[in-house]
C-alpha cells in the first residue's frame, strides 16, 4: 500500500496542493466514498487528519461506511467545496486498519486530541492509488478550463 | 425504479429538506459518486437538476460519464450548510435520457437555475432506490448537536 507521505515525496507541488485543501487538522470536513454490499457508492463526510505524514481518518463502528471498509477497504476521498475556489482534488486508495497502539496516539495528538476518545472511533490509514488535483481557469464561466495535477503521472480516467 | 416525484410523494419531508440542501447557493450543487471499469470508485461535484418529476444531471465527456454509461450506479450526497450538519444523500441507478423533449425541459431547468454548461453534455436521470436525510440542530443553538435525526426511505 502506497502512503500518502511516499506520495508527497514523489509529487510534492501535488501533495501541497492537495493539503492546502485538506489540512489533515481533523476539523476540516472532505467527502468518503466507499463501495456497499451491492457494488454501489457511498458518501459521507469525514475529518481526515495528516499525521507524520500520512494520512487517517476515524470512521465510527456503528455506521455503515465502517462496515464497507472491513468488508471491500476501497475508497475515493474529495476535498469539501470551497464556493467560488475553483479548486478541488480527490484520492483514492485501499485503507488499512490501524490497532490500538502508538500510531494511534500519534494521530490523536496530531487533532489536538478532538477524535479518536471512544473505543467506537476506529481509526484507517488511507493508501494512495492515484491523486487528481484539478485547478479550473475561467470558473463560473462556459470557458472553464481544467489544468491537472495527477499522481501517478500516466494516470488517465 | 422509482423517480424524484416518488419521493415526493412517499417521503416529502426527506424530499423537501434534499431539495433545499441542493439548492441553498443557487444552482444545484452535489458530490457525484460513481463505479469506475475496475469497480473502484470516483467522486466529483456536479450541478443536480430536479424538475418535471426527476432529478437530472447534465454530464460533460469525462471519466463520470463513462461509468454512468457503463454501469449507471451512483450516490449523490449534497454540500454541506453553513450553521449546521445536514446531509442528504441518494443512491441508485442513473440512465441517459434521449427523449428530445426532455433534454431541452432539462437543460432550460439547467439553465434557469445558473449553472453554467459546456453545451456537449448528455442528461442522465437518477432513479432512486434509496434515500437519506440527516437533520441536526443549528451548530450555535446550544442544543445537543448528536445525535442527528435520520429520515430514510428505500424503493419498495
Known amino acids: 500500500?502506497?502512503?500518502?507521505?511516499?506520495?508527497a515525496e514523489q509529487a510534492p507541488e501535488l501533495a501541497d496542493a492537495c493539503l492546502r485543501l485538506l489540512r489533515g487538522d481533523?476539523?476540516?470536513?472532505?467527502?468518503?466514498?466507499?463501495?456497499?454490499?451491492?457494488?454501489?457508492?457511498?458518501?459521507?463526510?469525514?475529518?481526515?487528519?495528516?499525521?507524520?505524514?500520512?494520512?487517517?481518518?476515524?470512521?465510527?463502528?456503528?455506521?455503515?461506511?465502517?462496515?464497507?471498509?472491513l468488508r471491500d477497504g476501497r475508497y475515493a476521498l474529495h476535498s469539501s467545496p470551497s464556493i467560488g475556489d475553483a479548486e478541488e482534488f480527490y484520492i483514492t486508495g485501499p485503507v488499512r486498519q490501524v490497532a490500538v497502539g502508538e500510531t494511534r496516539e500519534m494521530v490523536r495528538a496530531a487533532c489536538?486530541?478532538?477524535?479518536?476518545?471512544?473505543?467506537?472511533?476506529?481509526?484507517?490509514?488511507?493508501?494512495?492509488?492515484?491523486?487528481?488535483?484539478?485547478?479550473?481557469?475561467?470558473?463560473?464561466?462556459?470557458?472553464?478550463?481544467?489544468?491537472?495535477l495527477k499522481w501517478p503521472g500516466d494516470l488517465s480516467g | 425504479m422509482a423517480r424524484w416525484a416518488d419521493l415526493e410523494a412517499a417521503a416529502p419531508e426527506i424530499a423537501g429538506g434534499g431539495r433545499k440542501i441542493i439548492y441553498q447557493h443557487g444552482p444545484g450543487l452535489a458530490y457525484l459518486a460513481t463505479v469506475r471499469a475496475d469497480d473502484g470508485l470516483r467522486i466529483h461535484p456536479f450541478c443536480p437538476v430536479i424538475t418535471g418529476g426527476g432529478i437530472y444531471g447534465l454530464i460533460n465527456n469525462s471519466p463520470k460519464r463513462r461509468d454512468l454509461t457503463a454501469n449507471g450506479r451512483y450516490a449523490i450526497h449534497s454540500f454541506p450548510l453553513e450553521d449546521r450538519d445536514d446531509e442528504f444523500m441518494l443512491a441508485g441507478i442513473a440512465k441517459r435520457v434521449t427523449d428530445?423533449?426532455?433534454?431541452?425541459?432539462?437543460?432550460?431547468?439547467?439553465?434557469?437555475?445558473?449553472?453554467?454548461?459546456?453545451?456537449?453534455?448528455?442528461?442522465?436521470?437518477?432513479?432512486?432506490?434509496?434515500?437519506?436525510?440527516?437533520?441536526?440542530?443549528?451548530?450555535?443553538?446550544?442544543?445537543?448537536?448528536?445525535?442527528?435525526?435520520?429520515?430514510s426511505w428505500r424503493r419498495r
Open chain 2, 100 to 151: 428530445p423533449a426532455e433534454v431541452i425541459a432539462v437543460k432550460k431547468a439547467y439553465d434557469e437555475a445558473g449553472a453554467t454548461s459546456g453545451e456537449d453534455e448528455w442528461t442522465f436521470e437518477f432513479s432512486i432506490e434509496r434515500a437519506l436525510l440527516s437533520v441536526y440542530n443549528p451548530r450555535d443553538s446550544g442544543l445537543p448537536l448528536w445525535p442527528p435525526r435520520y429520515l
Open chain 1, 26 to 69: 481533523g476539523a476540516t470536513t472532505a467527502y468518503l466514498a466507499t463501495v456497499r454490499n451491492d457494488g454501489g457508492p457511498r458518501v459521507h463526510p469525514v475529518m481526515p487528519v495528516v499525521a507524520a505524514g500520512n494520512l487517517y481518518v476515524f470512521v465510527v463502528t456503528m455506521s455503515w461506511k465502517y462496515q464497507d471498509l
Open chain 1, 1 to 7: 500500500m502506497t502512503s500518502w507521505g511516499e506520495v
Open chain 1, 112 to 148: 489536538d486530541q478532538q477524535l479518536g476518545a471512544h473505543d467506537f472511533e476506529a481509526l484507517f490509514e488511507l493508501g494512495v492509488d492515484r491523486v487528481l488535483h484539478t485547478r479550473w481557469a475561467n470558473w463560473g464561466t462556459r470557458d472553464a478550463w481544467p489544468h491537472y
